[in-house]
DNA sequence: TGTCATT
C-alpha cells in the first residue's frame, strides 16, 4: 500500500536499456516501491528513456528526489538523472494570474507584495511587445497553500493607482483555459466580421432609410412642425437601426417613452409597412444632385456612400425591402411584449457584442463620437455605424460608479476608408438637440491641446 | 479620446 500523500515522481535521463528490474535497485535504497514504469510509446512500444515512480512513503520520494535529482548521471546519458514531482502530481495549482495591476508596476513592486504570502519561484509582469505593461501578471509559488494564502489575502483587497477596478489574484488559466480562451477570442471576432451579416444588415438600414422618410413624408401633414422635427430625428436614428423599428433601446430617445416604456410601436413606424410597399416606385432618387427633400431625407447621411458604388441604390432598396416587408409582420405579432425578440438579419447576429474585445483597429480606423445621447448602448452604436464597414468593435464609455453613459464612445473599422466614410456621414448628425461629433481618435501620443 | 489584461 502507499501512503494518501504519496508522491508520483518524474525520472528522466535514464539508458534505453534500463528496464523496471534494472531500476530498482536504484530506487529501492530510499524506501518501498509501490509501483515503478518505465515509458514507452503508445504505439510502438519504444522505451523512451523515461518513468514513473511511486514510493508507499512520501518520505522516501523526498529522499531519492534530494540524493538524485541532478546529482548522478547513468550509464551512457549525457545529462544528470532527474527525479521530481510529476507533471500530473502538479503540487495543486500555485501559480496566480494577477489584474488590475497599475501599469506603472514593475515585477519588483509585485514581488514585493506577494512576498509576505510565501516563496516565490517566479514574478513575471506581462508586457506588449513594446515593453508596456498589460497591467497583469503571474506570480507563482513554491506551493498551493501559498498562492491560496495570496488570494485570499489580496484579491479584491485594493484598487492600484491606474487600475479601473479592485485587483484581481486568482489561479493562472491551464492549457486547456488557455485553449478556450483563445478559440472564444477569434469566435468573436469571425461573429462580428461575418460579411454576409454585415452587408444585410447595411442594406437593411439603408432601405429603411428610404422607406421610412416616404412614410414622414406622409404623416407629416398631420403633424405639428415640433412634433415633426422630433419624429424625423426619431426616424433618422430608427432608420440607422434595422431593429429598432419594432423596439429597442433607441426607442426610448423619444421624449413620449419614460425608460420603463415598453418600446416603441406608439411611434408612426406601424404606419410604414403599407406606404412603404406603395411608395417603393416613388422612392427618390438618391442625392447625388441634392434633392430637395435631402434634409428630410438624410440629415446629410448617406449610408449608401459606403455601400458599393457599383451597385444600384435602388436596387440596393430592393434588396432590402423585401426583407422589410417579409420581416415586418412578425413583429406585429410582438406589440406589447416588453422584451420582443427582434426578427431580423441583424438579430440573428450574436446578440452580446459588449464580449468583444475592445480592440483598436489600425491607425486612421478608430473614430471617436461625443454627444451620444445617453441611452445608448455598445449594440446601439455598433447599428449606428455598421451601415459604413466592418466594425471591429464599438465602446461607449460608462460611469464604473454609477453606470451612466459618459456620451462618448469610439468605434473602430478595419479600414481607413471606412472610418472616413463614417465620419464624412455622422459627424454633425443630429439627435435630439444635440450633435454628434465624430471625428478620428486622437492617438495615444497627440499633443494635448490643453 | 480605449476602463478585464492569461507568458
Same mark, same amino acid.
Do not use: W
Given at each position: 500500500?502507499?501512503?494518501?500523500?504519496?508522491?508520483?515522481?518524474?525520472?528522466?535521463?535514464?539508458?534505453?536499456?534500463?528496464?523496471?528490474?534494472?531500476?530498482?535497485?536504484?530506487?529501492?535504497?530510499?524506501?518501498?516501491?509501490?509501483?515503478?514504469?518505465?515509458?514507452?510509446?503508445?504505439?510502438?512500444?519504444?522505451?523512451?528513456?523515461?518513468?514513473?515512480?511511486?514510493?508507499?512513503?512520501?518520505?522516501?520520494?523526498?529522499? !531519492?528526489?534530494? +540524493? *538524485? #535529482?541532478?546529482?548522478?548521471? @547513468? /550509464? $551512457?546519458?549525457?545529462?544528470?538523472?532527474? &527525479?521530481?514531482? %510529476? =507533471?500530473?502530481?502538479?503540487?495543486?495549482?500555485?501559480?496566480?494570474?494577477?489584474?488590475?495591476?497599475?501599469?506603472?508596476?514593475?515585477?519588483?513592486?509585485?514581488?514585493?507584495?506577494?512576498?509576505?504570502?510565501?516563496?516565490?519561484?517566479?514574478?513575471?509582469?506581462?508586457?506588449?511587445?513594446?515593453?508596456?505593461?498589460?497591467?497583469?501578471?503571474?506570480?507563482?509559488?513554491?506551493?498551493?497553500?501559498?498562492?491560496?494564502? !495570496?488570494?485570499? +489575502? *489580496? #484579491?479584491?483587497?485594493?484598487? @492600484? /493607482? $491606474?487600475?479601473?477596478?479592485?485587483?484581481? &489574484?486568482?489561479? %493562472? =488559466?491551464?492549457?486547456?483555459?488557455?485553449?478556450?480562451?483563445?478559440?472564444?477570442?477569434?469566435?468573436?471576432?469571425?461573429?462580428?466580421?461575418?460579411?454576409?451579416?454585415?452587408?444585410?444588415?447595411?442594406?437593411?438600414?439603408?432601405?429603411?432609410?428610404?422607406?421610412?422618410?416616404?412614410?414622414?413624408?406622409?404623416?407629416?401633414?398631420?403633424?405639428?412642425?415640433?412634433?415633426?422635427?422630433?419624429?424625423?430625428?426619431?426616424?433618422?436614428?430608427? +432608420? *440607422?437601426?434595422?431593429?429598432?423599428?419594432?423596439?429597442?433601446?433607441?426607442?426610448?430617445?423619444?421624449?413620449?417613452?419614460?425608460?420603463?416604456?415598453?418600446?416603441?410601436?406608439?411611434?408612426?413606424?406601424?404606419?410604414?409597412?403599407?406606404?412603404?410597399?406603395?411608395?417603393?416606385?416613388?422612392?427618390?432618387?438618391?442625392?447625388?444632385?441634392?434633392?430637395?427633400?435631402?434634409?428630410?431625407?438624410?440629415?446629410?447621411?448617406?449610408?449608401?456612400?459606403?455601400?458599393?458604388?457599383?451597385?444600384?441604390?435602388?436596387?440596393?432598396?430592393?434588396?432590402?425591402?423585401?426583407?422589410?416587408?417579409?420581416?415586418?409582420?412578425?413583429?406585429?405579432?410582438?406589440?406589447?411584449?416588453?422584451?420582443?425578440?427582434?426578427?431580423?438579419?441583424?438579430?440573428?447576429?450574436?446578440?452580446?457584442?459588449?464580449?468583444?474585445?475592445?480592440?483598436?483597429?489600425?491607425?486612421?480606423?478608430?473614430?471617436?463620437?461625443?454627444?451620444?445621447?445617453?441611452?445608448?448602448?455598445?449594440?446601439?452604436?455598433?447599428?449606428?455605424?455598421?451601415?459604413?464597414?466592418?466594425?471591429?468593435?464599438?465602446?461607449?464609455?460608462?460611469?464604473?460608479?454609477?453606470?451612466?453613459?459618459?456620451?462618448?464612445?469610439?468605434?473602430?473599422?478595419?479600414?481607413?476608408?471606412?472610418?472616413?466614410?463614417?465620419?464624412?456621414?455622422?459627424?454633425?448628425?443630429?439627435?435630439?438637440?444635440?450633435?454628434?461629433?465624430?471625428?478620428?481618435?486622437?492617438?495615444?501620443?497627440?499633443?494635448?491641446?490643453?
Amino acid at each position: 500500500m502507499k501512503e494518501a500523500d504519496a508522491i508520483k515522481l518524474f525520472i528522466g535521463q535514464i539508458p534505453r536499456n534500463l528496464e523496471e528490474k534494472d531500476l530498482k535497485p536504484i530506487f529501492e535504497q530510499f524506501g518501498k516501491i509501490y509501483e515503478l514504469t518505465v515509458i514507452k510509446d503508445k504505439y510502438t512500444g519504444m522505451h523512451k528513456g523515461c518513468a514513473f515512480l511511486t514510493y508507499c512513503a512520501r518520505e522516501s520520494a523526498l529522499k !531519492a528526489q534530494n +540524493a *538524485l #535529482h541532478e546529482q548522478k548521471t @547513468l /550509464p $551512457g546519458m549525457n545529462r544528470p538523472i532527474q &527525479v521530481k514531482p %510529476a =507533471d500530473s502530481e502538479g503540487r495543486g495549482d500555485r501559480k496566480l494570474f494577477v489584474g488590475m495591476l497599475g501599469k506603472q508596476l514593475s515585477d519588483t513592486d509585485v514581488r514585493k507584495m506577494f512576498e509576505p504570502f510565501g516563496s516565490i519561484e517566479e514574478c513575471t509582469v506581462l508586457r506588449g511587445p513594446d515593453g508596456a505593461s498589460k497591467g497583469c501578471a503571474f506570480v507563482k509559488y513554491q506551493s498551493n497553500a501559498e498562492a491560496q494564502a !495570496a488570494i485570499s +489575502a *489580496l #484579491h479584491g483587497s485594493r484598487t @492600484l /493607482p $491606474g487600475a479601473s477596478s479592485s485587483l484581481v &489574484v486568482k489561479f %493562472a =488559466d491551464t492549457e486547456k483555459e488557455r485553449g478556450i480562451r483563445r478559440m472564444q477570442q477569434v469566435a468573436s471576432q469571425l461573429g462580428v466580421i461575418s460579411p454576409m451579416s454585415l452587408h444585410l444588415g447595411a442594406y437593411n438600414a439603408y432601405t429603411q432609410a428610404l422607406v421610412q422618410q416616404q412614410a414622414l413624408v406622409a404623416q407629416s401633414a398631420y403633424l405639428s412642425p415640433v412634433a415633426t422635427v422630433a419624429a424625423v430625428q426619431m426616424q433618422q436614428l430608427a +432608420a *440607422l437601426n434595422p431593429s429598432s423599428i419594432i423596439a429597442t433601446p433607441i426607442a426610448s430617445i423619444t421624449p413620449s417613452s419614460g425608460t420603463n416604456t415598453p418600446p416603441a410601436i406608439a411611434t408612426p413606424v406601424p404606419a410604414l409597412p403599407p406606404i412603404a410597399v406603395n411608395s417603393y416606385p416613388q422612392v427618390p432618387a438618391p442625392p447625388n444632385g441634392q434633392s430637395a427633400s435631402e434634409t428630410l431625407y438624410t440629415n446629410g447621411v448617406h449610408p449608401y456612400q459606403a455601400q458599393s458604388p457599383a451597385l444600384d441604390p435602388l436596387q440596393q432598396a430592393y434588396t432590402g425591402m423585401q426583407h422589410y416587408t417579409a420581416t415586418y409582420p412578425a413583429a406585429y405579432g410582438l406589440v406589447g411584449q416588453p422584451f420582443p425578440h427582434q426578427p431580423t438579419l441583424v438579430a440573428q447576429q450574436p446578440q452580446q457584442p459588449q464580449q468583444l474585445q475592445q480592440r483598436e483597429g489600425p491607425e486612421g480606423c478608430n473614430i471617436f463620437i461625443y454627444h451620444l445621447p445617453q441611452e445608448f448602448t455598445d449594440s446601439e452604436m455598433l447599428q449606428m455605424f455598421l451601415p459604413f464597414g466592418n466594425v471591429i468593435s464599438a465602446k461607449v464609455f460608462v460611469d464604473r460608479a454609477t453606470n451612466q453613459s459618459k456620451c462618448f464612445g469610439f468605434v473602430s473599422f478595419d479600414n481607413p476608408a471606412s472610418a472616413q466614410a463614417a465620419i464624412q456621414s455622422m459627424n454633425g448628425f443630429q439627435i435630439g438637440m444635440k450633435r454628434l461629433k465624430v471625428q478620428l481618435k486622437r492617438p495615444k501620443d497627440a499633443n494635448r491641446p490643453y
